[in-house]
């Protein structure tokens, strides 16, 4: 299991850095912007799950993590500046990365003793806060709290399933891959069909 | 004062978690995005708290402070969607979580022995983060830093009377009362008759 | 060592302290914002360092780096306010700070045992953080991710300066002080000769 978590880890760190890139670059950044908004995409969501779990900052153990983002960040925004690409085409690799966080992250909460809906909900914020991170560097109210294609409610329903099916007493690599199963088809699913979450009724009272 | 300060904490959860909701409400947020919003506001001063003092954050070591927040924004947000409510009216029951966050968060930090200045700090921080990081969360100029009508000093002139009454000598408890007061009485007065801060001369330069 | 890092660090917390209020005040924020994000910019870089390094966080166990940063803000605000001051003028400073901060932060987080690459970020965050606080709670784009005026790029060349030389067998205090002069020389250069670095080309898709 911890070397599937892993693998599966540093994946999901080049996927969201990947990510990370192609929505920051639509900011004009430069380089270092790109590469450290980048970073707080892939790193930001397991950094905050490990210090609210009190436990060692991932990426600072182990260096290969960083490394990954780095080196994504950097050769991404070389290979597709320029390119002019379809704003939703990351959202396929975006969805990807957020079933794997979640995932990864609700099994490391549960492995620290955590409670059950803690656990999920560390799982959740593994999946989304590096989204969240970018929005808000990007200075943009972040896109999973105004648009509901099933987020973070997608990465919910995958980490409750998690803690579900591990309580009774499947394997935890089985539970793990239901779970990543489940994120993945919700938010494809609700993205394919528009599938929403009923919003807020009252307008903006604000000036903005 | 233990038990104070948990049936005291579980209040000041769910009333933050309120003013949480309405507020994000008016951004136009699914029902995630305003969970969300909602529990960042109701648990984000104390988690920061914990996380600067090193000690265990609260809603992971119980999960009963989450279970709160989380109950409180659902709850709230299919209450209060549709309704017409008058901005202001959340004011009053923010007023009250201001004032519990922030006796609760100098109190906790004065048991972990940080210095006077530091505790009374960290009690202003439980009481504003919240409402910081729900501003930033909605993309928008965090309220207590434009609109002056004490806030943030409101929690500071508590925390320091908590901070003063306890190194007289007086009981924690009373202490804790007297400050809560203090907190309210500050702020409602300054709502009341608008009592602003100076606020600096110079317009804005940059083009937002 | 310590000594130096001691003192040099106060002096780096008063100079981004002041270098918060200068930017902060355009934002027409009155006393206690004004004073809250001239302390965030002063002391979060090291604050999310020592988080992340799970080191006790500074100006909690030495109430003196927060006494400076208060005093700074307070004293500027009433010193600066109404005054016209020509926009750039805080950028020497705020240089300074940064070359400080980023030395400083590459050496405590050495002394941690941090991995070398680990290392070099940590000082860079020591040295950038503040100032992405500060515009995150401006509500603006963080400067550092849009401006390319080798910024972070600066800290990050004075970071690997600084692990080189002492991975060469330099004296940590030589190693120190030739990684100020590059970070405080990359910036002031591109700053003089706005030198600046590969940016993004595709146009922002969102409105905003």
Chains 1, 2, 3 share one sequence.
Do not use: H
Not at 58 to 87: E, K, M
Not at 146 to 174: F, I
Not at 188 to 207: C, K, N, Q, S, V
């Amino acid at each position: 299991m911890e070397n599937l978590l892993y693998w599966v880890g540093l994946a999901a760190v080049a996927v969201s850095a990947l990510t990370g890139v192609l929505d920051a670059g639509r900011k004009q950044m430069d380089l270092v912007g790109v590469v450290m908004v980048g970073c707080a995409t892939a790193l930001g969501g397991g950094t905050v799950r490990d210090i609210l779990l009190d436990r060692p900052v991932f990426w600072i153990s182990d260096q290969t993590y960083l490394i990954v983002a780095l080196a994504t960040t950097v050769v991404v925004f070389f290979v597709v500046r320029g390119l002019r690409l379809p704003p939703r085409l990351f959202l396929i690799p975006d969805a990807v990365g957020l079933a794997l966080f979640t995932i990864i992250g609700t099994q490391i909460a549960l492995e620290w003793q955590a409670p059950w809906l803690v656990a999920s909900l560390l799982g959740v914020i593994t999946g989304v806060v590096g989204g969240v991170l970018r929005d808000v560097l990007c200075n943009e109210v972040p896109l999973i709290f105004v648009r509901g294609e099933l987020y973070a409610s997608a990465a919910g329903a995958g980490a409750l399933t998690l803690v579900g099916l591990q309580a009774l007493g499947l394997s935890a690599v089985l539970a793990a891959w239901i779970g990543m199963a489940v994120v993945l088809a919700a938010r494809l699913l609700a993205m394919a069909f528009r599938i929403t979450l009923p919003t807020y009724a009252e307008r903006d009272g604000r000036d903005d």
